[in-house]
């Protein structure tokens, strides 16, 4: 499967369900008033939107939905996490998957990545037709 995508992302801050901790702390500097585009060209990516994708995947929704934060105050590695290990040994680059935000109908959707850099076949790059974002970390905290 081969995705390109242009959508609006915004805070980092919350999204720790499908964030591994070491994976986590790469993302530590996005700052959450910040909004940008992005250009997605990214294959292998796991489509755990419907119960087709996610039976093919081996993912029970359950796992998906998990309480995450219940499951790290209580020193238990959440059941999303493990879903992340299973899928990034099958070669995974990423997963389409429901929102679970408060709110969110079951038309809203997140595209989670774990890999992914200037090239193919993982592409991800800051629209920027403007030029008006920094184009180094001097202006980053």
Not at 8 to 28: I, T, V
Not at 57 to 81: F, I, K, M, Q, T
Request: proline share 6%; glycine share 8%.
């Amino acid at each position: 499967m081969s995705i390109q995508i242009r959508r609006r992302r915004g805070s980092f801050q919350r999204g720790r369900k499908f964030r591994l901790p070491a994976r986590a702390a790469s993302l530590a500097r996005a700052t959450p008033y910040v909004l940008c585009s992005y250009d997605v060209d990214c294959e292998d990516i796991a489509d755990l939107r419907s119960e087709e994708g996610r039976a093919e995947h081996g993912v029970a929704l359950e796992d998906l939905a998990c309480a995450w934060g219940d499951a790290l105050v209580a020193c238990r590695e959440p059941a999303s996490w493990g879903v992340v290990r299973r899928l990034l040994a099958d070669g995974r680059a990423g997963a389409l998957v429901q929102s679970f935000a408060n709110g969110a109908t079951p038309d809203d959707h997140n595209l989670v990545l774990w890999r992914w850099g200037p090239t193919l076949p993982h592409k991800v790059m800051v629209y920027d037709p403007t030029g008006k974002l920094s184009k180094n970390q001097l202006s980053w905290p």
